[in-house]
């Protein structure tokens, strides 16, 4: 995940990196199926993948604990 992308996920509200995070994780299910069938010949695709979802994981947390402390 570039430096971008994470700035675009600190600007997302919970509801849409839920959603991020959901489509991420069906990603990374879909690509260690195909790579367990030999499919894919890059075995750092499912490594990067999971560091994506923990960034995200980790947005999600930063913005949720921003919104308690607002209220």
Same mark, same amino acid.
């Given at each position: 995940m570039k430096k971008k992308e994470k700035e675009e996920l600190k600007a997302k509200n919970t509801s849409q990196l839920k959603e991020i995070l959901k489509e991420k994780e069906k990603g990374l /299910?879909?690509?260690?199926i195909e790579l367990k069938m030999g499919k894919i010949k890059n075995v750092h695709i499912v490594h990067n !993948? !999971? !560091?994506d /979802?923990?960034?995200v994981k980790t947005m999600l947390k930063a913005a949720i604990? !921003?919104?308690?402390q607002e209220k």
């Open positions: /299910i879909v690509d260690q !993948k !999971k !560091k /979802i923990a960034t604990f !921003k919104e308690q």
